[in-house]
C-alpha cells in the first residue's frame, strides 16, 4: 500500500465515513427523541412503570396529594406537585406511582435542555437508589445529546454499577466515546473500550433485555454488534494493536458483509504486515529460509489483494471514497499484477464477485 493511500484512509476514518461512525445511536433518532420507556435503541434498557391512579388502601390525605400530581398538565408541573407530595409524604407508600406519573410526561419533553433540567429536578425529588435509576437513562441520552460528555459518564457509571447488563447504555456509551476520541477528546477511551467489549460480551451471549421481544433483539444484534466490533477496532488500530483491530474487522466484515470500511482497514493492516515480510525476506541470507519467507509474503500479498478487492467492490459509486478509490485501484493493479505475470487478467472479474447484488 502507497503511503498516500494511507494518509487518505485515515482522512476517511477521521471524516467518520466508516459507516459506523456516521451512525452514532442515540434516544432521539426517528422521532423517539428522549423517551423513558424502553422502545429506543439502543440506549433503551429501563422499565418505566406506568401511570396508574393512587391505590385506594392509602391514607386519604396522600391520595389527595397525589392526585394533583395525576391532574397537573405537564412534566414541569407534575414533578412541582410530586415535590410538594415528597415534602409531605417521604415514607409514602405511594411515592412509586408518584414518580410514574412525572416519566409520564417526560416524553413529551422535546428541548435538551428543558430535558435536562427535569430530569436533574426529579433526582433531587426521588432520590432513592431504585428511583433516581427511572430517570437515569434519559439523563444519560439528553447529556448525550447536549455533548456534555462528562456528565453522560458521570451518570452512565452510576446507573452501570447497579445495572452491569444494561447493554443498551453500554453500547450507546462506548460508542460515543470512541467517536469522542476520533474527533480529539480521549478522555473516554478507557471506560468506552470497556463499555463495548461488555455490550459485546452481553449480545454474543444472546443475553435478551427483558424489555425486548425476539424481533426486537433480533434486529438490535443485527444493527449495533457489526458496529461496535468495528468501532473497537478503530480504536485498537489507533492504539497501535493491529492484532485485535484485524480481528474485530474480520469479525464486523462477517456480521456486516457489505460494509467497505472494514475491508479498507483490513487491507491496511494487511499490507502492514506484507511489508513487514519483505523487508525480513531482502535481509535473510539465501536458503531455504529465505525461500519459505517468500512463500509467506507471496501468501500475504494475496491477503491484501483480496481486501482491496472487496473494499472496492463494496465501495462502487460512494462519493465518500472517490479518492481512495482511485489509489487503491492504483495500488491494486500494481500487486495484481506482480502475482500474474504483469496481467490484469481477471481482476475486475475478482472485484465484481464482491459486488453486492443490486435488488
Known sequence: MSKKLRQLICVVAAA?????????PANARSGNRGKVTPDNAPAATTQ???AAKPPQQAPEAETKEAMKVQVAADAAARLQAAGEFV??????????????????????VKDDAQQITLAENFLTVFNEPT?????QPF???AYVRANRHVDAFRVAAVYLARNPEAVGILTQ????GIDQARRGNAQ???????????AIELIEADKKPASFDDARWAEYKTKWLPQLQQYLAVLAYTSKNTAEALARLEKAAALNPADAFNYLMI???????YQRLAEEYKAAPAGAGKDELLKKGQAQMDKVIDAYAHALALSEGSEQYKQVREQMMADLTSYYKYRHNNSVEGMQQLIDKYKTPKP
Do not use: W
Request: charged share 25%; aromatic share 6%; net charge negative.
Open 48 to 50: 418505566q412503570q406506568p
Open 131 to 135: 428511583e433516581a435509576e427511572q430517570i
Open 267 to 273: 487491507s491496511d493492516i494487511q499490507n502492514v504486515e
Open 87 to 108: 415534602k409531605k409524604y417521604p415514607k409514602s407508600t405511594l411515592r412509586p406511582q408518584v414518580a410514574g406519573l412525572v416519566l409520564e410526561k417526560f416524553n413529551d
Open 16 to 24: 467518520g465515513a466508516c459507516g459506523v461512525l456516521l451512525t452514532m
Open 173 to 176: 456509551l462506548s460508542l460515543h
Open 188 to 198: 473516554f477511551v478507557d471506560a468506552s473500550r470497556q463499555y463495548g467489549i461488555k
Open 139 to 141: 439523563a444519560i441520552d
